[in-house]
């Protein structure tokens, strides 16, 4: 059992930034990957940016160059630096672990981005 726990999340400007944070306890060594998601208003939840445990690291292609994914294996937490934000990157953003059997999900957090 994994269980993740999200935080960051708030209300900001467009073109301002939010670094959201996701702490990772109880059977991590089964982790083989860990994501970011977000579900915007009326939308289906999509991938943001993805990490391996080999340091793997995936963008979605309206993020690339504006957030970075990373990760202190000595706290378990993964990290999404959000930077100039757009409208468009308001949603709930959720954190993901990926095991071999099994995806863990956090509660999410809300990310607002006023224009």
């Known amino acids: 059992q994994v269980e993740l726990v999200e935080s960051g999340g708030g209300l900001v400007q467009a073109g301002g930034s939010l670094r959201l944070s996701c702490a990772a306890s109880?059977?991590?060594?089964?982790?083989?990957?860990m994501a970011w998601y977000r579900r915007a208003p009326g939308k289906q939840r999509e991938l943001v940016a993805r990490i391996t445990s080999g340091g793997r690291i995936g963008y979605r292609d309206s993020v690339k160059g504006r957030f970075t994914i990373s990760r202190d294996n000595a706290k378990n937490t993964v990290f999404l630096q959000m930077n100039s934000l757009k409208a468009e990157d308001t949603g709930v953003y959720y954190c993901?672990?990926?095991?071999?059997?099994?995806?863990?999900w956090g509660l999410g957090t809300q990310v607002t981005v006023s224009s």
């Open positions: 993901n672990a990926e095991s071999a059997v099994y995806d863990y």
């Open positions: 109880g059977s991590i060594v089964s982790i083989n990957a």
